[in-house]
Structure formats: C-alpha cells, structure tokens
C-alpha cells in the first residue's frame, strides 16, 4: 500500500471523545520509549507527524492520524514509565485500557517490542491481557537495526517459545527498524489486507 496523505486529526484524553469510529482503525502501543511514534513517522514517510523524543514519556495522548482519507492509524503513550507519578501513571493506563476495550472500530493493536532485550514481563503480561480480552493484536518488533540477523531470529524465536507456556499460538509477528526502515512494506501490506477484508 502507498501512503499518499497522512494527516493530524486530534488529540484526545477519553475514548469517548475520540473521532467517530467509522473507520478502520489501527493503533501503536508498548512500553514507554519503545518507538512508536517513531514507526508511524516511518510508515507514513513523515518524520514530523508524531512527537518522538528521546527520553520515555513523550506521547501522553490518544492521538488520531488519518491516512489516505481513509483509515485511522494512532499514537498511543507508553504503558510501564516509571519515572512519572503513580497517578500520573494510572491515569495513563486507564486511559489505554478504555481506549482498547472500548474502541469500537480497532481492528488490530500493533503491540510494539523492544528486539534488544529478552521477553520483559510487562510485555508478556499486557499480551496476556489483550488475549483474555479478545483483543486482536500482532506482535513488532522494534529497533531491529541494533542487531545482527542472528540475533533477530533469536528474539522473535525466544519470544515464541516463552508465549507457547501460556497460549495454544502465538501471534504474527514483525521485525523493523525505523532507522533504517525496515518492515514498513510488511505492516502496510498487512493493514491493507485488514482493510479490505475486515467489515465495520
Ligand atoms: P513514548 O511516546 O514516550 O511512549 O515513546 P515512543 O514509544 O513513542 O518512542 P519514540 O518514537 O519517541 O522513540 C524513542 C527513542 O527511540 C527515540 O530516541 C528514537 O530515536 C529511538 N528509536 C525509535 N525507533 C528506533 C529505531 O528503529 N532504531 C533506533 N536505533 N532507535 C529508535
Ligand atoms: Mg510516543
């Protein structure tokens, strides 16, 4: 799929607020820092659209894009920052759990990765979440351009052997790099098959 207009809609605190739910819609979430905000300016070849920082804690909003006037893609903050106030942090994770449990119109959580590190338990765990809750979700994979092809195979590979404890499969998943860009051909073409076969 070729990205031919990406643009800002809104910012938003509550779901409820959010833009009518008309659209198929896709939504960037993971620990804090992970780079979500950094892989949708990737995907849309716009190093502008989303505030990326590099310090955790920078996207504090639901924020919507919409993409060839035709779908939603959205910025989540991070879940896991532990150098905000535990309110502060609460409030976050009210405010993503409400999203993804009551958005109506996401057709799949694009559940973001660091691939430098072994399976974390807060990934693990908000992963197990998302199944309890019949949550449709695949798994990316992020920074992938600090390691070797090796060691890439290795983390999805970990990865799959520690989920099998818990799950009867496990989910799809992607290997990108923002950096270099790699995976973006993958996660559009996968949003365009969702498109097109998944009915609002
Ligand atoms: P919050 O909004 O704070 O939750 O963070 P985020 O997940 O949106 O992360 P963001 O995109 O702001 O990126 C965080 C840091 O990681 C920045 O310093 C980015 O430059 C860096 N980063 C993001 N993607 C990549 C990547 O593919 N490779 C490398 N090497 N660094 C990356
Ligand atoms: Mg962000």
Same mark, same amino acid.
């Given at each position: 799929?070729? %990205?031919?207009?990406?643009?800002? $809609?809104?910012?938003? =605190? /509550? $779901? ?15 620990? =804090?820092?992970?780079?979500?905000? =950094? ?22 909003? %639901? ?18 920052? @532990?150098?905000?106030? !535990? ?8 405010? %993503?759990?409400?999203? #993804?449990?009551?958005? !109506? ?7 973001? %990765?660091?691939?430098? &590190? ?13 199944? !309890? ?8 994979? /992020?920074? @992938?351009?600090?390691?070797?092809? /090796?060691?890439? #195979? ?5 990865? &799959? ?11 799809? @998943?992607?290997? /990108? =790099? ?12 996968? #949003? ?5 076969? $998944?009915?609002?």
């Amino acid at each position: 799929m070729d %990205i031919l207009k990406a643009e800002f $809609v809104v910012s938003n =605190s /509550t $779901v409820d607020k959010c833009p009518k739910p008309d659209r198929h819609e896709y939504a960037f979430i993971g620990r =804090s820092n992970v780079g979500k905000s =950094s892989l949708i300016n990737m995907l849309t070849n716009n190093k502008k659209l989303a505030k990326t920082a590099a310090k955790p804690g920078k996207t504090q909003l %639901i924020n919507h894009f919409l993409i060839n006037d035709f779908w939603y893609m959205v910025d989540l903050p991070g879940y896991g920052y @532990a150098r905000t106030s !535990e309110t502060n942090r609460r409030l976050f994770e009210r405010m %993503i759990r409400d999203y #993804i449990l009551k958005r !109506e119109n996401l057709v799949c959580l694009f559940v973001l %990765i660091d691939s430098r &590190h072994e399976p974390q338990q807060i990934d693990l765990e908000f992963m197990e979440w998302l199944g !309890e809750n019949g949550v449709p979700f695949v798994m990316v994979f /992020t920074k @992938a351009d600090k390691l070797t092809t /090796t060691q890439r #195979i290795t983390c999805i590979d970990e990865y &799959h052997k520690v989920m099998l404890n818990t799950w009867e499969s496990t989910p799809v @998943a992607f290997m /990108t =790099s923002s950096e270099k860009r790699l995976g973006r051909e993958e996660l559009l073409d996968y #949003i365009d098959e969702l498109n097109k076969s $998944v009915k609002l």
